[in-house]
């Protein structure tokens, strides 16, 4: 299985089960993926579950700044 595929279902999984400790240990792997708009959605999600918000804004501006898409933009 493609590790990225992996990354996202085991980030998708710990977000959907609460399971704040795997989160918290698989988050800092996104830097190793090309991520999707989408994909980093998910990612700042993630952050923001474990109550990681000064990351999850870095990655909120970084992504904001690259999209120009005006609905997505607001998805942010």
Request: glycine share 2%; aromatic share 12%.
């Amino acid at each position: 299985m493609n590790l990225k595929v992996s990354f996202l279902k085991s980030l998708n999984t710990s977000i959907q089960s609460n399971n704040l400790h795997t989160l918290s240990e698989i988050l800092p792997n996104y830097v190793y993926y090309p991520l999707t708009k989408d994909e980093l959605y998910l990612v700042c999600f993630g952050y923001h579950k474990i109550k990681n918000f000064v990351q999850s804004n870095i990655l909120i501006e970084q992504a904001k700044s690259s999209v120009s898409d005006n609905l997505l933009q607001q998805k942010y």
